[in-house]
């Protein structure tokens, strides 16, 4: 599955070179990545309009729901300053009015101002409680949101989508990604909702105490929405660059870590720790990039304000030199004027946190658009009691658009009941009729049915409840061995997943680990050999219970006594059902009722195993080259 | 459930300051910079405070006096204020960005380097997801910390102490109303910070869970593709996310209360001071004078305070993100070099020995292997054979110390493989695994891997030898293709190929071999295991077996069962004398010549396994 566009091969590194990290700063050498696809991170400028476009679009749909909340929180915001701003007035009243009156003899004015005092303190504080609770709910609540929308679609989305996609981008769009929008939610509620109240009801206070000057100073926004313009258009593209950064490091950090036993037994780690320097280093250049950004912004924020300031302190003085001004009037512009600027420096640092969770969103909202290829049929039809016959008519497939044809027009009935062998060389095409058959992918032409009724028109849960595929690759989830069989029918009683480990033969080596059943299989079933993997893999199949198995090279890792078992298993449970089985050993091959010989996508013979072996052609071959390799131990 | 060594389980009850001081190493060599970002922040703050008493200066000269002549000195003096203030706005973010983006390469280069050296039971114990997010989303939380609360913290406590000087001199009664309100401020502060730390460790420890969920989500997403499970661990992971979330709500509560605590005292503070000060001032003991000024000044700290409280709750978050990572680094090395490493003698003969070799999986109950005796001599193929599970992969993981026995030695060359260095020990040691794990890279570079000064010609020698050639300079680049998860992706077959090139690669003396035959079709099978022949010509070998296939290229064959070596022999001894190897050798019918007519054999197989079964009960109740 190439999706190789051209790019210059790279040189090979110079073999003299030293494993040893260097003195100074790394060579961005890139060669050792080999030559693939670019990568679908850079994008052009014009996409980048789009994909902004589509982030915002999110994140409103995102915010919808929250419009009542977010209301009520502005309201809190409303109160939570008038208490604030009455505070001084009432100081002002006390000194005023309590002391002079307290000097008279009379105490009780100034106990009463200290009272409201102290209660406008009281009332402020519960108003900024229940403001951060409330706000810290809707972010939550968004974040929660979020994630699920994401989680649910990835697990939609078609293999062909993660297979282009990869593993580390997708976990760095559901860690990291998700991340830089909690950074938003957190302060960005706070930060803008009440630096955009005060900036607002400054700028009217201003106009209404004179409004020439109150006219001049708002004439600053313009510079001030030309800084926040600039500031957009680079954050954007630094932004999107430490995602992408931050991507590649995830990417390099979750191979190593998977794939660590590879890493000690063959030395990589200075070679990894190289690689990561680049990559940290790349990612560390975009974040001080982006720290640059903010410093600069933040800075000539200030100085407009502090510039507009010089301004009005020149104009007014003139004006009040000429008695077109009160000096007291003047006084008081100046010092709600600093009130201006001073919640602007806090709209500069939510403009910030916005960029940088636009940037997470633009990669987030890709994942979302993307439309499962391979989707859920939207009027199902039912398969309430299927009997497992299988038709392939005209079935062609390739993978990607410009893909070789991998299979072409085939055609192919099994009945119900039927075991079925596939047998060719790599790259026969026998992993891709397997999945066809599960539906990981779907035709280019053609169609694959079930009891007649098209795959594409099954719902997944009935698909899945009649087919199920176990791989080579048997993967464990975190939890206990139980756990993982149970993944085979979640609502499964605890003997039933005895019963199904028991049929495959696994019970035996569940039953001596620490816990049995309940042994946590650790990372990756880590503790587990590939063949008890391959086996716990196997009595998830069992126990799901099928009436189609596929298996594609699923017993590869078994000793002959476990595959035996299997093989038996096989025999009595799924006697009358419909297995399609890849296998590379002709003993597993044998015990089918018929074989398949595949080659180049078409199936070249077709019969039961012995009369294929009293043939002449291909599988007669192999079964002799089989029983040579066999030759010498009955010598 | 097994312990969790990822969760904070046992939570250490160190201080914030005491986890935080850890953090010095990577604090020295920035200090300089920290030190200026301080000053800078002062130095701004000091602008902004001088421009009001400028401003009031002209308010009250000047303009008051319509003597226009006498303003632009004093403006002047404002834009220079306005353009430092600003200036020093700017200087603060620049000079801290390259030391602080820095820190966290830096920390993150070593968190790197020392998980890439821990053993791989240390692996197998912790989820993948928390430690990504350690290495992403605490750094992070660190990285923040420092460049933001780590200044103003240390700026605004500087400013709070000279505020309460300034009180002290206005009046010694008012200063001792603020530090009075200080006093429990910083008590109820100090509680609520420690629980403030053990929640935020909690929402860490839970965006780790939620990491891993992610992380098998994706790279099992066949496996749920094929069960139709997405939704059913599309429920799981919500189900985390929801807890998440409720302890995201719990940190931001006990935010909320600190904050309100923070932002109410410096009122009180204030209320209490216009209380006591009119006393003083009816009293006639004050002018209004002092008490404006002690109130301008006491709200002048109103902000520092009420920051306080912020800043404290960011070091209590990267405290608790640092624990985190501490608890990576503290994770001993145990499997590193010797402190007086010896040295093989040349030439390396390749000598593999194991004696009374005993190895338990951490945490498990018995041992998995109970005295192996084993001796692999040099040139010699031994076939390692044996039931599903009984510690043939641990034993071959023990050969390059990818585990350490746990009693017993192993030796190379008469050397315990303890005393030497382990990069040396796993240079004349060559693996393959069962599952061939491939990086997402060039083939050259799959195929050379640690060995950087191999040369294309030995690598395709290495492909040569493993039958992987022809299919690499098939490939749209030769040795230059990206494979693995990001580049094209190879067969079963292709990929053990590629294994078995790399553990060949350099010519070790001993080729430690995990099945390397079981994912290869018949025709290549035979290929693969002709140009091995070849290979375990020259090296020790010791090779885990499956199939009679696979045995035949070994000069002798070792069954394990029990823990133990319990028979070795050549192929022919052993399956005439061993019946629980026969049981293990046989082909369907239980036969151990391959002789296979359709399908009378596979209905016998249904009787078999009791038997088999039998037979190894036998071995281990021994």
């Keep these: 599955m190439s999706r190789g566009t051209t790019r210059e091969a790279p040189q090979p590194r110079p073999p003299g070179e030293r494993s040893d990290r260097p003195a100074g700063p790394p060579e961005p050498d890139e060669s050792w990545r080999g030559v693939a696809a670019e990568d679908q991170d850079e994008v052009d ?57 307290a000097l008279a003899g009379r105490p009780a004015p100034l106990t009463w101002h200290v009272g409201g005092y102290v209660g406008c303190g009281l009332a402020g504080a519960a108003l900024r409680f229940a403001f951060l609770r409330l706000s810290g709910r809707i972010g939550q609540d968004v974040l929660l949101e979020l994630r699920r929308r994401v989680f649910a679609h990835a697990q939609r989305l078609s293999l062909s989508f993660h297979e282009s996609y990869t593993s580390g981008r997708m976990i760095s769009r559901l860690t990291s990604d998700l991340s830089a929008l909690d950074d938003l939610l957190e302060m960005g509620l706070d930060g803008l909702l009440s630096s955009a109240l005060t900036v607002a009801g400054v700028a009217v206070l201003l106009v209404w105490l004179d409004p020439p000057l109150g006219l001049a100073v708002l004439a600053t926004f313009v510079p001030l929405l030309l800084l926040a313009r600039w500031f957009r258009r680079r954050s954007r593209s630094t932004y999107r660059r430490t995602r992408t ?101 806090e709209l500069a640092m939510v403009a910030n946190a916005y960029s940088a969770a636009v940037a997470a969103l633009e990669k987030i909202s ?16 039912p398969l309430p009691d299927p009997r497992g016959e299988l038709r392939f008519s005209g079935v062609e497939f390739r993978y990607g658009e410009q893909g070789p044809l991998v299979l072409p027009p085939l055609d192919l009935h099994v009945p119900a009941g039927q075991t079925v062998a596939l047998v060719g060389a790599t790259g026969a095409g026998k992993s891709t009729l397997a999945k066809l058959v599960a539906r990981f992918y779907d035709p280019i032409a053609g169609a694959v049915t079930l009891d007649g009724v098209d795959l594409r028109s099954v719902s997944d849960a009935d698909l899945r409840r009649a087919v199920v595929m176990v791989t080579q690759e048997s993967f464990l989830f975190e939890g206990t061995v139980a756990d993982n069989i149970a993944l085979g029918r979640p609502d499964a009683s605890r003997a039933e997943i005895e019963e199904a480990a028991t049929a495959v033969g696994a019970h035996e080596f569940v039953s001596a680990l620490p816990d049995g059943y309940d042994t946590d299989v650790r990372k990756r079933g880590g503790r587990l ?8 893999a196997f009595a998830r199949a069992f126990l799901a219970g099928p009436r189609v198995l596929v298996l594609d090279e699923a017993t590869s890792s078994l000793d002959l006594p476990s595959e035996r078992a299997v093989q038996a298993a096989m025999e009595r449970v799924l006697a009358d059902r419909t297995a399609l089985i890849i296998a590379h050993r002709l003993s597993t091959v044998l ?45 | 459930m097994a312990t969790r060594p990822d969760r904070g389980a046992r939570r250490a009850q160190r201080s914030t300051l005491a986890v935080l001081r850890r953090l010095g190493p990577y604090l020295r060599p920035i200090r300089g910079a920290l030190a200026l970002a301080i000053v800078a922040a002062l130095a701004a703050n000091l602008a902004g405070l001088s421009i009001p008493l400028v401003l009031q200066r002209v308010l009250d000269g000047p303009v008051a006096q319509r003597d226009l002549g006498a303003l632009p000195p004093l403006l002047l003096a404002i834009l220079a204020l306005g353009v430092a203030e600003a200036g020093l706005f700017w200087l603060r973010r620049r000079v801290l960005s390259r030391p602080i983006t820095g820190l966290e390469q830096r920390m993150r280069a070593d968190l790197y380097r020392h998980l890439q050296g821990l053993p791989v039971a240390f692996h197998d114990r912790w989820q993948s997801g928390q430690l990504l997010s350690r290495a992403t989303g605490d750094l992070a939380t660190v990285r923040r910390f420092m460049n933001f609360s780590v200044v103003f913290l240390l700026a605004n406590t500087f400013v709070l102490v000279a505020g309460l000087l300034l009180l002290l001199w206005l009046s010694p009664a008012l200063a001792a109303v603020q530090a009075v309100a200080v006093l429990p401020l910083v008590a109820l502060v100090s509680v609520y910070e420690n629980r403030y730390r053990v929640v935020a460790r909690q929402c860490q420890d839970q965006e780790g869970d939620l990491a891993t969920t992610v992380e098998e989500s994706v790279l099992g997403v066949r496996v749920l593709r094929a069960f139709g499970r997405g939704p059913h661990l599309t429920r799981r992971f919500v189900g985390q996310a929801r807890e998440l979330r409720w302890r995201e709500l719990r940190r931001v509560r006990l935010l909320a209360v600190l904050w309100t605590i923070c932002v109410v005292l410096p009122e009180l503070v204030i209320a209490g001071q216009l209380a006591l000060g009119g006393y003083a001032v009816a009293q006639g003991a004050m002018t209004v004078g002092t008490l404006v000024a002690a109130i301008t000044a006491t709200s002048y700290l109103e902000w520092p305070i009420q920051s306080l409280g912020w800043m404290l709750a960011e070091a209590n978050n990267a405290a608790a993100a640092c624990e985190r990572i501490w608890e990576v680094f503290d994770a001993p090395l145990s499997i590193a070099d010797p402190e007086r490493p010896r040295a093989l003698a040349p030439p390396t003969r390749g000598h593999l020995r194991f004696e009374g070799v005993r190895f338990a999986h951490p945490g498990a109950d018995g041992d998995l292997l109970r005295g192996v005796d084993l001796e692999v001599r040099p040139g010699e193929t031994v076939a390692l054979v044996g039931a599903t599970g009984c510690g043939k992969t641990a034993l071959t993981a ?32 060559g693996t393959a695994f069962e599952d061939p794990v491939l990086f997402s890279a060039s083939v050259r570079e799959n195929v050379k891997l640690g060995v950087p000064e191999a040369t294309d010609e030995q690598v395709w020698a290495a492909l040569r030898v493993a039958h992987a050639a ?47 035959l079981s994912a290869l079709d018949v025709h290549t099978e035979a290929e693969v295991e002709a140009a091995l022949r070849q290979v375990l010509r020259d090296a020790t070998a010791l090779v885990v077996a499956h199939r009679p296939s696979t045995v035949r290229l070994a000069d002798r064959v070792a069954l394990l069962s029990g823990g133990r070596v319990v028979a070795v022999g050549t192929h022919e001894e052993l399956s005439g004398t061993c019946r629980e190897y026969r049981a293990l050798m046989s082909t369907v019918d239980g036969r151990v010549d391959g002789h296979v007519d359709g399908k009378a054999d596979g209905r016998t197989a249904g009787q078999r396994p009791d038997s088999t079964g039998n037979d190894a009960g036998e071995v281990t109740t021994r």
């Design chain 2, 398 to 429: 023990l050969v390059p110390r990818l585990h350490d026995v746990t009693g017993g030695r192993v030796l190379v060359d008469g050397v315990d493989v303890r005393e030497l260095p382990v990069a040396e020990l796993r240079r004349v040691v």
């Design chain 1, 45 to 101: 400028h014009q996409v980048g309009a789009r994909l902004q476009a589509r982030s915002r679009r999110l994140l409103r749909s995102l915010l919808r729901p929250h419009t009542g909340g977010a209301l009520l929180a502005l309201l809190l915001v409303v109160a939570e300053n008038v208490a604030q701003l009455t505070g001084p007035l009432l100081i002002a009243a006390a000194i005023d009015v309590g002391v002079p009156a």
């Design chain 1, 529 to 536: 050999s590939a063949g008890q993997r391959q086996l716990v």
């Design chain 1, 366 to 381: 890709g994942v979302l658009e993307e439309t499962p290829s391979v989707p859920e049929p939207a009027h199902p039809v």
């Design chain 2, 470 to 516: 022809e299919f690499v300079a098939a490939l749209p680049w030769g040795l230059s293709t990206r494979i693995g998860e990001q580049g094209l992706s190879l067969s079963g077959g292709q990929r053990q190929r590629l294994a078995l090139a790399r553990a060949v690669l350099g010519r070790p003396a001993v080729l430690v071999l995990d099945d390397p």
């Design chain 1, 591 to 635: 015990v089918a009722d018929r074989v398949l010989v595949m080659a180049d996508g078409r199936i070249v013979e077709d019969g039961p195993p012995a009369d294929l072996v009293a043939g002449r052609g291909r599988f007669a071959r192999l079964h002799r080259a089989w029983l040579d390799s066999l030759a010498p131990t009955t010598s």
């Design chain 1, 245 to 345: 950064t931050v991507a590649r490091v995830i990417v390099q950090f979750t191979e190593t870590m998977n794939g660590v036993r590879a890493v000690q037994a063959f030395r990589r780690e200075r070679r990894n720790e190289s690689i990561m320097d680049d990559l940290s280093a790349d990612y560390r250049a975009a974040q001080q990039n982006s720290l640059l950004l903010v410093a600069r912004f933040t800075a000539s924020v200030r100085l407009v304000g502090n510039l507009t300031m010089v301004v009005v302190l020149a104009v007014g003085a003139w004006r009040v030199a000429h008695g077109q001004l009160e000096l007291g009037l003047l006084a008081a512009f100046l010092l709600y004027l600093r009130k201006l600027y001073d919640p602007l420096d």
